[in-house]
């Protein structure tokens, strides 16, 4: 669990990188962290890893605080980073065994860990003994989340994971999330791929500017009464826009146009309108929102 109480980032003497965000992380739980470029979310997952530190407010991990008891909590804590934190130049498995004595490992628990969880996360035993600078991106994304784990903490952090991977790699980062949580893990997922992050996020926190303007549950998602309506017509005129708005908001994508409602029987009745104006429908799709539908509706609302 990792507890956030009006934690601030003041950069300089003006510009505030994070504004007071209260904040409870609960163990068990995915956390998802999406926000525009710019908007907090490295500078967040930073302090809650140790590398930065608030210039006001609270941070307490598993009830440690971060500054007083920085050793105690900071064993708790494992954090994939958006680029690696090991050395680019010593051997990769000399790394392991070197920095595990940070983590409460002996050198040979270290090692062993490490080579355990390489072979867990894909990395080939022809490389364990060459340099970070050496391997490929994704090479080097897998041995970072081996890195982050090496001492099995109960809260991770992980920034932009799925970013170097083929899908195979992506497939291998969800399952490995999912895991943790069915672990009991506190995991929290900074990512701008929203589709991944819907699949294994709990809650999803979006942030801009610095501030947390709004949260949503996998569960709201689900039960929430809106509906996403997808509609396109071989015969489109100046007309349709019209008509569709009579149902709620619409977006035109291309030839295709997005309607949010809150009414499955204000759906139906836009199918039978659109074939009584005499338009020719080759999609109509009801679907529920997701999480991207969210991001974007609040940064439309937010403009």
């Given at each position: 669990?990792?507890?956030?109480?009006?934690?601030?980032?003041?950069?300089?003497?003006s510009?505030?990188?994070?504004?007071q965000?209260?904040?409870?992380?609960?163990?068990?739980?995915?956390?998802?962290?999406v926000?525009?470029?710019?908007?907090?979310?490295?500078?967040?997952?930073?302090?809650?890893?140790?590398?930065?530190?608030?210039?006001?407010?609270?941070?307490?991990?598993?009830?440690?605080?971060?500054?007083?008891?920085?050793?105690?909590?900071?064993?708790?804590?494992g954090?994939?980073?958006?680029?690696?934190?090991?050395?680019?130049?010593?051997?990769?498995?000399?790394?392991?065994?070197?920095?595990?004595?940070?983590?409460?490992?002996?050198?040979?628990?270290?090692?062993?860990?490490?080579?355990?969880?390489?072979?867990?996360?894909?990395?080939?035993?022809?490389?364990?003994?060459?340099?970070?600078?050496?391997?490929s991106?994704?090479?080097?994304?897998?041995?970072?989340?081996?890195?982050?784990?090496?001492?099995?903490?109960?809260?991770?952090?992980?920034?932009?994971?799925?970013?170097?991977?083929?899908?195979?790699?992506?497939?291998?980062?969800?399952?490995?999330?999912?895991?943790?949580?069915?672990?009991?893990?506190?995991?929290?997922?900074?990512?701008?791929?929203?589709?991944?992050?819907?699949?294994?996020?709990?809650?999803?926190?979006l942030?801009?500017?610095?501030?947390?303007?709004?949260?949503?549950?996998?569960?709201?998602l689900?039960?929430?009464?809106?509906?996403?309506?997808?509609?396109?017509?071989?015969?489109?005129?100046?007309?349709?826009?019209?008509?569709?708005?009579?149902?709620?908001?619409?977006?035109?994508?291309?030839?295709?146009?997005?309607?949010?409602?809150?009414?499955?029987?204000?759906?139906?009745?836009?199918?039978?309108?659109?074939?009584?104006?005499?338009?020719?429908?080759?999609?109509?799709?009801?679907?529920?929102?997701?999480?991207?539908?969210?991001?974007?509706?609040?940064?439309?609302?937010?403009?």
């Amino acid at each position: 669990m990792i507890q956030l109480q009006n934690v601030s980032k003041v950069y300089g003497r003006s510009m505030e990188g994070v504004k007071q965000i209260s904040y409870t992380f609960e163990g068990g739980h995915v956390y998802g962290i999406v926000g525009s470029n710019g908007a907090g979310k490295t500078t967040l997952i930073r302090m809650l890893s140790g590398s930065h530190t608030q210039t006001y407010g609270s941070i307490s991990v598993d009830n440690f605080d971060i500054i007083k008891e920085k050793e105690e909590a900071l064993m708790r804590v494992g954090w994939m980073p958006d680029s690696s934190i090991l050395n680019g130049y010593w051997r990769i498995i000399d790394q392991f065994e070197y920095f595990g004595v940070f983590r409460g490992l002996t050198n040979q628990e270290a090692r062993m860990r490490g080579m355990e969880l390489m072979r867990r996360f894909g990395v080939d035993e022809k490389i364990w003994n060459k340099s970070m600078r050496r391997l490929s991106l994704g090479q080097r994304r897998r041995v970072s989340l081996a890195f982050a784990v090496l001492n099995d903490p109960e809260n991770i952090l992980m920034d932009e994971p799925y970013n170097g991977f083929d899908p195979d790699g992506i497939r291998m980062i969800s399952d490995f999330i999912i895991k943790e949580k069915m672990r009991g893990k506190t995991v929290i997922v900074s990512s701008h791929i929203l589709k991944e992050l819907e699949s294994v996020a709990d809650e999803v926190i979006l942030i801009e500017k610095g501030k947390i303007v709004d949260t949503i549950s996998k569960d709201s998602l689900e039960k929430s009464e809106i509906l996403k309506i997808t509609v396109e017509v071989k015969n489109p005129d100046d007309s349709l826009g019209e008509l569709l708005s009579t149902l709620g908001e619409v977006r035109k994508i291309g030839s295709r146009y997005e309607i949010t409602c809150n009414s499955g029987e204000k759906a139906e009745d836009l199918n039978s309108a659109l074939v009584k104006n005499g338009y020719k429908i080759t999609t109509f799709k009801i679907e529920k929102p997701t999480v991207e539908d969210f991001y974007f509706s609040k940064n439309r609302n937010s403009s």
